[in-house]
């Protein structure tokens, strides 16, 4: 096990009626803030209205930013950053699922400096200052509700980046497992894959002695497994939905990275694939992730056999390892599809061939690896790429 410190400051707000409270918490850190979310979705369902009135009640004056999209937009942020400078906004509450979070972060970011937030996320400078943020959860999928990260597109070029640090801890998280029940079940599928795939790229290590967290990691894995079909067959489950938001929350909020070296190769291949063709991650991540089990499998058959195992319950071959492996990667592809979930390109509807392009992308014209499990050049991405055609 490698050395760890583990911090994670924001305050979970969980069960029914929990939205109601968003006021009171958000007063904590200011009186004048920007409220941001995506569409209409929030306003169907009332919670928009709920929301207004608890931070009308608290004393709380907000600014709106909606129009937040999957696999959120620079130019959306850049109109944040302006808004919090022209009014002198404190806070940024993010209403909806992780891209109105990351959207609200990169605004939190940009809103404290001179220059454009886009820097830190190709790299040009290290941020070290941003507003505070809230959210009220609506999706459970990217867990950037208790996450240190921010994901954004950029459209010159359609590059897909991250950035992270302490100071993007929202300061607090609501979770109301009831606001999930008018999810379309496509949603639904995309935020299990999404959840899952954060598991596995923290599972396949070459840290030896996490046994600890190896079993957090694969009770986790089964509980998505478990509950993602559930809330589908039943979308008013509130026990299902309750098990299924807290397990993505976890997933993601780095307690079951401590002591371990993570992958996500997967991840960064990912969103290239977004980036370009504008898919939704989760979607994406079911593509991408078998295809990159199946060209890593021989770096460590024996943990792949112990995910197959413990995960997948797949009886273990002793005379064969690789069977019992590639098993578990087939039950893998077999849940994306249960879930309604492709996991092939073609099922994105992605037929041109632009693998090159995404692979000399994603390595930044092969100056850099991607990945920690198998370190990945350019030609080993478009690889993996091939694969999952």
């Known amino acids: 096990m490698e050395n760890f410190t583990f911090l994670n400051p924001t305050k979970i707000v969980f069960g029914r009626d929990s939205e109601t409270s968003v006021g009171v918490e958000t007063a904590r850190f200011s009186r004048k803030i920007l409220l941001h979310y995506g569409g209409g979705s929030i306003k169907a369902s009332g919670l928009y209205d709920r929301v207004c009135a608890s931070l009308?009640?608290?004393?709380?004056?907000?600014?709106?930013?909606?129009?937040?999209?999957?696999?959120?937009?620079?130019?959306?942020?850049?109109?944040?950053?302006?808004?919090?400078?022209?009014?002198?906004?404190?806070?940024?509450?993010?209403?909806?699922?992780?891209?109105?979070?990351?959207?609200?972060?990169?605004?939190?970011?940009?809103?404290?400096?001179?220059?454009?937030?886009?820097?830190?996320?190709?790299?040009?400078?290290t941020p070290t200052d941003a507003l505070p943020i809230g959210t009220v959860l609506t999706i459970p999928a990217a867990g950037s509700e208790s996450s240190d990260g921010t994901v954004i597109?950029?459209?010159?070029?359609?590059?897909k980046r991250a950035v992270g640090g302490p100071f993007l801890y929202p300061r607090f998280s609501i979770l109301n497992p009831a606001l999930c029940v008018t999810l379309p079940p496509f949603q639904v599928a995309c935020g299990a894959a999404d959840i899952i795939a954060h598991l596995m790229e923290r599972y396949f290590t070459n840290v030896t002695n996490v046994a600890f967290t190896d079993r957090l990691i694969e009770a986790t894995m089964k509980t998505?497994?478990?509950?993602?079909?559930?809330?589908?067959?039943?979308?008013?489950?509130y026990d299902a939905w309750s098990e299924l938001m807290w397990a993505g929350t976890i997933a993601h909020n780095n307690l079951l990275n401590t002591g371990r070296v993570g992958d996500w190769a997967s991840h960064d291949i990912e969103h290239e694939v977004s980036g370009i063709y504008d898919v939704a991650h989760g979607a994406g991540l079911a593509v991408v992730f078998p295809a990159w089990m199946k060209h890593v499998l021989h770096h460590d058959v024996d943990r792949f056999v112990q995910w197959a195992v413990r995960v997948w319950n797949v009886e273990l071959d002793v005379f064969d390892k690789e069977a019992t492996a590639r098993e578990g990667i087939a039950r893998l592809e077999a849940f994306f599809h249960k879930i309604g979930l492709?996991?092939?390109?073609?099922?994105?509807?992605?037929?041109?061939?632009?693998?090159?392009?995404?692979?000399k992308k994603g390595t930044d014209d092969n100056r850099r690896t991607?990945?920690?499990?198998?370190?990945?050049?350019?030609?080993?991405?478009?690889?993996i790429l091939r694969l999952a055609r």
């Open 56 to 125: 009308k009640a608290a004393g709380v004056e907000w600014v709106e930013l909606s129009g937040v999209k999957p696999n959120p937009r620079l130019s959306l942020v850049h109109e944040g950053v302006r808004l919090c400078k022209q009014h002198g906004l404190g806070f940024i509450l993010a209403v909806g699922g992780g891209s109105a979070i990351d959207s609200a972060k990169a605004i939190a970011m940009g809103a404290v400096i001179n220059g454009d937030v886009w820097d830190f996320y190709v790299g040009k400078g």
């Open 342 to 359: 492709g996991t092939t390109l073609a099922s994105l509807g992605i037929h041109d061939d632009r693998i090159e392009e995404m692979a």
């Open 153 to 159: 597109t950029n459209e010159d070029g359609w590059l």
């Open 224 to 237: 998505v497994i478990a509950q993602a079909p559930k809330v589908l067959a039943n979308p008013d489950d």
């Open 370 to 383: 991607l990945g920690n499990f198998v370190k990945l050049d350019s030609r080993a991405v478009a690889d």
